[in-house]
Each structure stands twice: as C-alpha cells, then as structure tokens.
C-alpha cells in the first residue's frame, strides 16, 4: 500500500488519528443502532446480494450488515492499517482493499457501493473523483449517509481544521452522474431513544444503466 497520498485528509486517516477514531467507534450499541439502520436502507435495495464499503474502518457497518443479511457478498476499502488488520481477522469479507479510495481502481461492480460518515472528510477537490468511483463500482445502488448541509461549510473538527465538511453530497452525485435516481431518504437522530445515530441523513440512489 503506498503512503504517498494526495491529500493531508488521506494521511490523516491513515495515522495516529485513525487509530484513536477506531476505540471510539465500536461496540453492542453501535452495532445496533447499525442494524437499525440497514434494515431500513436495505429494503430500499430489493435484490442486492452484493456490496463493497468505500472507507469501512473496522466494519461496524458490515457488521450489521451481515448480522441481517448473511447472504450478503460483502468487501472493503480502508487506509487505516490497524483497521485493515481488523477487517480481515474478523474473517468474512471476501476481499479488503487496502488503500486510499483516491486510489481505488474498481475491477469489477457490486449491486451495492456504500459510504457512510467518509464523504464529510474527503478534500472537497477530490469529491468528483469520490463520486465518480462509487458510480463505477454500482451496478443498481449507492448509498450515502452523511452529514448533511444544503450548501458547503466546513466544520472544525475534534479541534482540527480542514477535516469535515458538509454539503449536499447525494445532490451532488444526482447532479453529475444523470443515470442516478432518488429511491429514498431519511434522517437519524442522535436524540433517538432506542437506536441513535450521529445526526446522519441517508440516501439511497437507483442506477439506471
């Protein structure tokens, strides 16, 4: 894997900071908030029986994914090395692709590309490269669950600056790629009572081609 990255965001993932972020971001609530969650997503996605995660960290949301659907054909992309290790001990993935996903190269398509809580921390040049990846790795959905803001702002980040951003990232893709097509959308909050998210709004776009 090459530590050459194109962005200060990249490096930032793949280091100390992306290590910390795993601890944080693990255990029996997330995991069923996550459940929750991909019930509802998943039945938007009649007929999917394959799905890769552009930036999965320890997979919490393949995790979930396959806790309802066992069937699921599931793989990754992650940059963060001690993450990878993760992904690939738990031993159900049938591939980890480990690299930046300014880096990733699809070889072939899955009825699925999800990216969710990843968009928000991409360098705003490289969102067309982003979207335009996860185009060409559908083959019938992508799905999205972001932060979300009808206009561009960024966002200091656990005091760091040049780390999140907000912005209407589905309308964007809906924008640039005119084979793409609302399903679906919702918004989860983190006052929910039983199953709480990070004020995430989720999309699921349809493929026509």
Same mark, same amino acid.
């Given at each position: ?9 990249? =490096? ?28 509802? +997503? ?6 999917? &029986? =394959?799905? +890769?995660?552009? /930036? ?9 994914? %396959? ?9 990754? +992309? ?19 692709? %480990?690299?930046? +996903? ?5 070889? &072939? ?26 185009? $060409? ?29 907000? $912005? ?7 924008? &640039? %790629? ?7 959308? /919702?918004?989860?909050? %983190? $006052? ?13 776009? /349809?493929?026509?081609?």
């Amino acid at each position: 894997m090459t530590t050459d990255y194109k962005t200060e965001q990249e =490096s930032f993932w793949a280091g100390k900071f992306g290590d910390d972020y795993i601890a944080r971001n693990t255990g029996d609530a997330l995991l069923s908030s996550n459940m929750a969650l991909f019930a509802r +997503i998943m039945a938007r996605c009649p007929g999917a &029986r =394959s799905l +890769i995660e552009f /930036g999965a960290n320890i997979g919490m949301n393949l995790r979930a994914l %396959h806790a309802l659907f066992p069937g699921l054909d599931l793989e990754a +992309i992650e940059i963060n090395d001690n993450a990878v290790a993760q992904l690939r001990a738990w031993g159900v993935l049938k591939q980890v692709h %480990h690299g930046s +996903i300014l880096e990733f190269a699809a070889e &072939r398509r899955w009825d699925v590309a999800l990216i969710k809580g990843v968009l928000i921390h991409i360098n705003p040049d490289y969102l067309a490269q982003v979207y335009d990846s996860l185009y $060409r790795a559908s083959r019938r959905y992508i799905v999205v669950v972001e932060y979300y803001n009808p206009t561009p702002v960024e966002v200091t980040y656990r005091g760091h600056a040049g780390r999140l951003f907000k $912005r209407d990232f589905a309308g964007e893709l809906l924008e &640039r %790629h005119k084979g793409l097509r609302l399903l679906d959308y /919702g918004f989860v909050y %983190h $006052r929910d009572p039983v199953f709480p998210q990070d004020d995430i709004t989720w999309f699921v776009l /349809g493929k026509d081609d």
